[in-house]
């Protein structure tokens, strides 16, 4: 191995220190409500007392921590982060326009350049709308598939977002919401017939089933075109949501990959690389329908997320970007099964390549069990991961991936020494 490469693998101690990082956390606690700005963020999300809470910088797949801990990142920024920490084609844009200002008091020509831009490449689309997060776009859509079919309810499959009608059974949501919104899972393929009919016996109720793919599992092209078949049938707008597997997935998107066009699509977390940008896009005849709206956000327009947005997607498409997540989600796929499966471990890797899901069981509270000391010592071993769904970035290497499946040998070795995981070997 080059120098340059193992330049870029973490040096992990033996312990684990996060003095700086438990300090810190006191401090959130007494000023930060809720802790911290994404849920999935919590520390309570990982593995508490043995894994990092903050961190201080990035660079490339690599991330240091306030205590000066370095690991290799698959978190990526809750997906976001697909080119990576600090990526020179987004800090170039971010320095090349900074001159320009933030936000103007009129639109900007980068509102149509990058419009023009994801156009371009995503399947069917016309016409774009930029607004912030994920969350936004998602409602922003439902809002128009009501106004266009001029029904009420929705199907949504997956997570949305926070917004009410997504989070209908949480604190602070009026009760009366539920009655809008049918939540149907996808886990599982016998997950799949109730879908399909619901949208054939409530369609004429329906304005839109909003789709985000499950991860531990990859769907069939048959089941989504039966679903989208379904949805034209009875007049329901068919929308993807691709806040997570926009250009992951293919250049494309999600219509790409399972060969199927959308009413409409929603895009953020990798529509930028990391900057705050989202969007919904599809048919003129469906997105001109936007002017009877009260859709507005002044900070749609802001303009180094656009800059950003403009020169990450003409990365994407002139680069090998999409076969490269593709190839190294594969290649710790196989490492870490074939790993598992030798020494017994109930432990696979499943779902889309360039999105690694880590599954111990099907079982909730079973999974968690294993996955809080497996996140804990993956870290110890200078690995970041969630306890379930991971993120490849462009940036990964081939030995990094193979660090971590020899991390990944090593944690397990060690939960089966401890007693935490019966080995199973045939």
């Known amino acids: 191995m080059d120098s ?3 330049a870029q693998l ?14 810190l956390a006191a401090e959130a606690r007494q ?3 809720g802790f911290t700005q994404s849920m999935m963020k919590k520390p309570e ?8 809470i903050y961190l201080a910088s990035g ?3 690599l991330v240091t921590d306030v205590d000066g801990n370095q690991f290799i990142d698959y978190i990526c920024g809750l997906g976001a982060n697909t080119l990576g920490h600090n990526h020179p084609v987004v800090i170039d844009a971010l320095n090349q326009h900074l001159g320009n200002g933030l936000l103007h008091s009129l639109p900007a020509p980068v509102e149509v350049q990058a419009a023009k831009c994801l156009v371009g490449l995503i399947p069917g689309a016309e016409m774009v709308r930029f607004f912030k997060t994920g969350a ?3 409602s922003a859509a439902i809002r128009l598939a ?3 079919t001029e029904r009420e309810k929705i199907v949504t499959v997956g997570y949305n977002g926070w917004h009410d009608q997504y989070m209908f059974d949480t604190p602070g949501v009026p009760a009366g919401l539920k009655d809008y919104t049918y939540r149907m899972p996808l886990f599982s393929p016998d997950d799949e017939q109730p879908l399909l009919d619901l949208v054939e016996q409530k369609g004429s109720e329906l304005a839109a089933v909003l789709l985000s793919v499950p991860y531990n599992r990859v769907l069939s092209r048959r089941f989504i075109q039966q679903l989208r078949l379904a949805c034209r049938q009875q007049g329901v707008l068919f929308v993807i949501d691709e806040v997570v597997t926009g250009f992951r997935l293919a250049l494309g998107g999600a219509q790409e990959f399972f060969k199927v066009d959308a009413d409409l699509v929603t895009l953020s977390k990798g529509i930028a690389a990391g900057m705050p940008l989202s969007a919904v896009a599809g048919r003129r005849e469906l997105m001109q329908e936007m002017e009877r709206l009260q859709v507005s956000t002044t ?3 802001e303009l180094l997320s656009l800059e950003v947005c403009r020169a990450v997607l003409q990365t994407y498409a002139e680069s090998d970007y999409i076969d490269r997540l593709a190839k190294l989600g594969q290649r710790l796929k196989e490492g870490v099964n074939t790993a598992a499966e030798r020494l017994g471990a109930p432990l696979r890797v499943v779902g889309y390549d360039p999105i690694p899901m880590f599954l111990f069981s099907r079982d909730p509270a079973e999974h968690a069990a294993y996955a809080i000391e497996f996140v804990a010592q993956m870290a110890r071993r200078g690995v970041l991961l969630r306890r379930d769904v991971n993120f490849i970035s462009g940036v990964h290497t081939e030995p990094q991936i193979d660090f971590t499946v020899n991390a990944v040998v090593e944690s397990l070795q060690t939960m089966i020494a401890d007693g935490v995981i019966v080995a199973q070997v045939a």
């Open 4 to 6: 340059n490469a193992l």
């Open 10 to 23: 973490p040096k992990p101690g033996s312990d684990l220190v996060f003095t700086r990082s438990e300090t």
């Open 31 to 33: 000023y930060v409500a």
């Open 45 to 52: 999300h990982f593995a508490p007392g043995r894994f990092p």
């Open 59 to 61: 660079s490339g797949a």
């Open 136 to 138: 936004d776009a998602n």
């Open 146 to 148: 009501r106004s266009i």
């Open 299 to 301: 900070f749609g327009g």
